[in-house]
């Protein structure tokens, strides 16, 4: 129970604040450093093609997919790469109050078609880096993700920026993150250390899997390396992909 208040809270936190950008507050860091190490590691876990779409999601609610998908957008951007980050947790949005963005048009805005593209983009202060915030939230989200007019705005991206990544709502919860990933490059799966249950995490692949998604691999947060040295800052191969590394507690 005590746990459950614990993720209870930094979830609220997280719709009220946003995430913790450490990689703009503290680029020289050790964490900092681990996403970057990350957005190698995803750079070259695809051999076939290159990727340029990615979708970040977790087994279950607050466990930091949110924190990654941001924080690796930075990297990204920092990289000289056109990034864009598309909040597509449609229930629970965080992206507008990390990057202190206005979410009156959104992609839910964009996908009801009240509000045209040139709408929704919005520049942050992170050079390189754009972010579609979520828009007010619906009472259909999966219903419009998918729709069409998702594929149609991802293709679009696709001719204007390097990256997009899609911060996507947890795999077992609701079945937006399988609506995404069948419609991007790759989807990595953030798994926190002494959190995430081993069952919840098989199962997200799993759901991963029905729709014939591109398993990149996963990112291990809230981490100690003390607990597993082995992954301490790595890649390793597994049945989920790869594995990364982060010291990271925010939602």
Known sequence: MQLFRKKRKLDNESLKRGVGLVTVTDPSSTVSEQFRTIRTNIQFSSAEKKLQSI?????DPSEGKSTVSSNLAVVWAKQKQKVVLVDADLRRPTA????????ADGLSSYLTNNAVYDEIIQKTDIPNLSVISSGPVPPNPAELLNSHHISTLLERLASEYDMIIVDAPPTNTVTDAQLLASKVDGVVLVVPQGIAEKGSVTHAVEQLKTVHAKLLGTVMNRFKADKAPGYYGGYYGGDYGGYYGVDDKDD
Do not use: P, Y
């Not at 979708?55 to 087994?59: A, F, W």
């Not at 507008?96 to 979410?103: A, C, G, K, M, W």
């Open 55 to 59: 979708v970040i999601t977790s087994s």
């Open 96 to 103: 507008h109050r990390t990057f202190n963005l206005l979410n």
